[in-house]
């Protein structure tokens, strides 16, 4: 499997401008996870998805941010408008469930930069 | 509140010597933990887990972790620290009854020569 795969690795974009960023989870995989990492908060869960349905958005951070995954094989992370302070490393996650322990897999993550 | 604290930001140690980066948990139940490791510019890699059994689980790259109940603590640990080794680690918590992991605020490893 190729595992977790994110796209764009890098994006640029103005303040103001939608951003959308992009999750292929590993197939067979029923959990998905939208994280943020930044040097001041560390890495922060935003929202999980269990068989597409999102299960907990609680750390999203505003209602610019939202994420959809509308099939087993598919997520977006949009922002709209972007903001400086949206700048950060986005992460995509996915694990299997089965006794709880199973661990997550990351992608490489999507760089953000909002100037 | 759950919660997982790794106190120290950075360390540094010389190539070839004994590491132990600490983590500590807080939660009413033996938890599941995790310890990852994140070279720059990368995603998170595991190393190792615990969730129950044999409290010292073996990890990949010559890692090791110890869970210690009593103090609520995951080390991780290596016996001889290679410059491939410099990196970032995450120990990381997920409670038993959900899906939900938290992440400790890492620790960054500098190796010396």
């Known amino acids: 499997d190729a595992g977790v795969i994110q796209s764009p690795r890098h994006e640029v974009t103005e303040m103001g401008q939608e951003v959308t960023l992009r999750c292929k989870p590993i197939?067979?995989?029923?959990?998905l996870f939208w994280y943020r990492q930044t040097m001041m908060r560390g890495l922060e869960l935003l929202i999980y998805f269990n068989n597409n349905v999102p299960i907990d958005d609680s750390g999203m951070p505003e209602d610019r941010f939202s994420a959809k995954m509308p099939n087993a094989s598919f997520s977006t992370l949009k922002i709209q408008p972007s903001e400086p302070r949206d700048s950060a490393v986005y992460f995509c996650?996915?694990?299997?469930?089965?006794?709880?322990?199973?661990?997550?897999?990351f992608g490489q993550g999507t760089r953000l930069t909002v100037v | 509140a759950q919660s997982v604290t790794q106190p120290d930001i950075h360390i540094t140690v010389s190539e070839g010597a004994s590491l132990e980066l600490r983590c500590n948990y807080s939660?009413?139940?033996?938890?599941?933990l995790f310890w990852y490791v994140q070279s720059p510019g990368q995603g998170l890699q595991l190393l190792l887990k615990?969730?129950?059994?044999?409290?010292l689980v073996q990890g990949i790259k010559g890692f090791e972790a110890e869970f210690k109940r009593s103090q609520s603590s995951f080390n991780l640990r290596k016996p001889s620290v290679h410059w491939s080794d410099a990196a970032e680690y995450f120990c990381?918590?997920?409670?038993?009854?959900?899906?939900?992991?938290?992440f400790g605020a890492g620790t960054r490893l500098f190796v010396k020569a």
């Open positions: 615990y969730f129950s059994g044999d409290t």
């Open positions: 939660y009413g139940a033996t938890p599941y």
């Open positions: 996650a996915s694990s299997l469930a089965g006794t709880g322990s199973n661990e997550a897999f």
């Open positions: 990381a918590f997920r409670n038993t009854g959900g899906f939900k992991t938290i």
């Open positions: 197939s067979g995989h029923d959990y």
